[in-house]
């Protein structure tokens, strides 16, 4: 097997929301991999900056909030300006509302949409722009959820938002896969991090969650990271609009 087809070696990738959780453990798979990792965020990159060296990976973090689409286009063009080209995005960074549906605010509604679905398309758009003029290649990778197949509990607007990842990856890859970039995602599973900490806090919903996990654990970031380092390769070149589930089996139950 020629391991090559799997390294990330000479590749830029952008991952948002890489301070923590999941996106952190993106970041750290693709450095192992040989990739250099552009850290989007707007909180302090300090902490992925300093496991990244440890690892001997490439760092580069750039603070921005991303809950405006305009301004992470515009944050989008001033990296590619100033660090090169990009060959990889992962779009990572998301929240989640936990509110009973009748009492969901308006305001609940589109933060969560702005930032997982909105910003996540337009990002998609400036990468997919630029590489396209510039008759180059990349991989974009979404990160999706449980929650584009399941409908969930007391979260509308991320249900709403994970259910349209799903679909934006597909329409890409229908209009972007004969033009050099692959649109794929990730559906991870249940993954202990912020994300999940009020879930993990609720003794009955934690154990009713582990209790239907085939692999009888929650999953760790480092489970996302090196799917991640998979569909951003060589490797996964004939991939487009495919998601693939890092759930411990849990749609397989
Ligand atoms: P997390 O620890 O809460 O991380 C979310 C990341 O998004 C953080 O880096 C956060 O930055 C960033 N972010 C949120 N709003 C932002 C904004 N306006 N501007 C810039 N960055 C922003 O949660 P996670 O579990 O790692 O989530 C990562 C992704 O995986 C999300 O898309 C989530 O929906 C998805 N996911 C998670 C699970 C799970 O079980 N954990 C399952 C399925 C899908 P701050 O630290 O500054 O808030």
Redesign the pocket.
């Known amino acids: 097997m020629d391991l090559s087809a799997f390294s990330l070696e000479g590749k830029t990738v952008m991952v948002?929301?890489?301070?923590?959780?999941?996106?952190q453990g993106i970041a750290l798979s693709i450095g192992r991999a040989g990739g250099r990792v552009i850290g989007v965020?707007?909180?302090s990159m300090e902490d992925t900056a300093e496991k990244m060296k440890e690892a001997g990976a490439t760092f580069v973090p750039i603070s921005?909030?991303?809950?405006s689409a305009g301004a992470a286009q515009a944050m989008f063009d001033d990296v590619w300006a100033a660090h090169g080209p990009i060959d990889g995005l992962v779009n990572?960074?998301?929240?989640?509302k936990r509110v009973d549906a009748v009492d969901f605010t308006e305001a609940d509604w589109d933060s969560v949409m702005d930032?997982?679905l909105k910003t996540m398309f337009f990002l998609c758009q400036s990468l997919g722009r630029k590489t396209m003029a510039e008759g180059r290649q990349a991989q974009i990778v979404n990160?999706a959820?449980?929650l584009s197949f399941q409908g969930g509990i007391r979260v509308a607007s991320y249900t709403a938002s994970?259910s349209g990842v799903l679909g934006i990856t597909r329409l890409l890859a229908n209009e972007w896969s004969a033009k050099g970039v692959n649109v794929n995602a990730i559906?991870?599973?249940?993954?202990e991090?912020?994300?999940?900490e009020a879930l993990r806090a609720d003794t009955d919903r934690s154990s009713a969650i582990l209790g239907r996990i085939p692999a009888g654990r929650w999953g760790v970031?480092s489970d996302i990271g090196d799917a991640a380092v998979f569909l951003l390769s060589r490797a996964a070149n004939y991939m487009h609009g495919a998601v693939i589930p890092v759930d411990g089996g849990w749609l397989a139950r």
């Not at 990572?92 to 989640?96: D, E, M, P, V």
């Not at 991090?193 to 999940?196: C, L, R, V």
Request: a positive charge; zero cysteines; aromatic letters at 2%.
């Open positions: 948002t929301g890489a301070n923590t959780g999941i996106g965020g707007r909180s921005a909030d991303l809950g990572n960074a998301g929240i989640i930032i997982n990160i959820s449980m994970k559906a991870p599973g249940y993954i991090t912020n994300n999940t970031p």
